[in-house]
Nanobody, 121 residues
Framework: VQLQASGGGLVQPGGSLRLSCAAS????????IGWFRQAPGKEREFVAS???????DYTDAVKGRFTISRDNAKNTVYLQMHPLKPEDTAVYYC????????????????WGQGTLVTVSS
């Protein structure tokens, strides 16, 4: 059971990135998916989630800028980010849960390895 996060990189403020989270050896369609991020010296925080029913949730800091989506045929979840701000700089992680409470990181069982997003001019 594995999650592979990718798509991070260095981008200027106002730019865009699309993160991907691909699953292997299990079907993402059976789980809710969350994206979290961890900036240097800070705790890992909730960013967005996508339930198995299609409900989405976002932390206030990214509402209107980030969009979470999933492609069950590709067994992949995406996080589209635009426009990016310097405060979005962090390592981004995807994770799966069967819990209805999807904002708490302790609800999640399987985590990807993280992908670094750096927003800087």
């Amino acid at each position: 059971v594995q999650l592979q996060a990718s798509g991070g990189g260095l981008v200027q403020p106002g730019g865009s990135l699309r993160l991907s989270c691909a699953a292997s050896k299990f079907m993402l369609a059976d789980y809710a998916i969350g994206w979290f991020r961890q900036a240097p010296g800070k705790e890992r925080e909730f960013v967005a989630s996508h339930s198995w029913r299609g409900d989405t949730d976002y932390t206030d800091a990214v509402k209107g800028r980030f969009t979470i989506s999933r492609d069950n045929a590709k067994n992949t979840v995406y996080l589209q980010m635009h426009p990016l701000k310097p405060e979005d700089t962090a390592v981004y992680y995807c994770a799966t849960t069967t819990s209805r409470y999807q904002r708490g990181r302790f609800s999640y069982d399987v985590w990807g390895q993280g992908t670094l997003v750096t927003v800087s001019s």
